[in-house]
């Protein structure tokens, strides 16, 4: 059984940018749920996906959208990007929504 | 007001030293509490999910227990590999009948050799 996988691990952008992160999620897992954590800080809630649609939604801007697809991989997308943007950026799987959470390795962006 | 509290912030103990965790929460409806295990600049590793008040869980050197108002994650002569950051969540009923989670900001726990 394949955990949940993200790409790419690291990425450094500039100022105004655009970035698309991706993650994978576990085998017969059909929620993703997307957090921004800062250093130091507990992960923050962006949105979850279910069977596609969007499933609940946190306190981001909505230069923060997401996508999910019909093998219920996800990807997470940033426009205009701000220097507050740095932070680890992580994916979580689960069953259905209200189940256990399963975390990727994160991608830890940059922008300068 | 929905809220998650961990303490302490960090905790430094010797190597066989046993303490303990605590998460408090001040949310109705409660539907789950998790604890996650989160090292550095990685993402967080699931350890235990409780659901009721009285219920326990354990895993090698940890255990987690749960009451109405927090739950305590135990451990029992921890080793210096059980450094990490310890993250709890709590997941809940809104007024709108939703089902919302909440994290706390964690405990960072340095284990010394």
């Known amino acids: 059984e394949t955990g949940v996988t993200q790409s790419p691990t690291h990425l450094i952008k500039t100022r105004g940018q655009q970035v698309t992160l991706r993650c994978s999620s576990q085998s017969g897992h059909n929620t993703v749920s997307w957090y921004q954590q800062a250093l130091g800080q507990g992960p923050q809630f962006i949105f979850q996906y279910y069977r596609e649609e969007e499933n609940g939604r946190g306190n981001f801007p909505p230069r923060f959208s997401g996508l999910q697809f019909p093998n219920y991989s996800s990807e997470l997308n940033v426009n205009a990007l701000e220097l507050d943007d740095s932070a680890l950026y992580l994916c979580?799987?689960?069953?259905?929504?209200?189940?256990?959470?399963?975390f990727g390795p994160g991608t830890r962006l940059l922008v300068l | 007001e929905d809220q998650v509290t961990q303490s302490p912030e960090a905790l430094r103990l010797q190597e066989g030293e046993s303490s303990s965790l605590n998460c408090s929460y001040t949310?109705?409806?409660?539907?789950?509490l998790f604890w996650y295990r989160q090292d550095p600049g990685k993402g967080p590793e699931f350890l235990f999910t409780l659901y009721s008040a009285g219920e326990e869980k354990e895993k090698e050197r940890l255990k987690a227990t749960l009451t109405k108002k927090e739950s305590f994650l135990h451990i029992t002569a921890p080793k210096p590999e059980d450094s990490a950051t310890y993250l709890c969540a709590v997941q809940f009923l809104n007024a709108g009948n939703n089902r919302k989670l909440i994290w706390g900001l964690g405990t960072s726990l340095a284990v010394n050799p």
């Open positions: 949310v109705s409806g409660l539907r789950g």
């Open positions: 979580a799987s689960s069953l259905v929504p209200a189940e256990t959470q399963y």
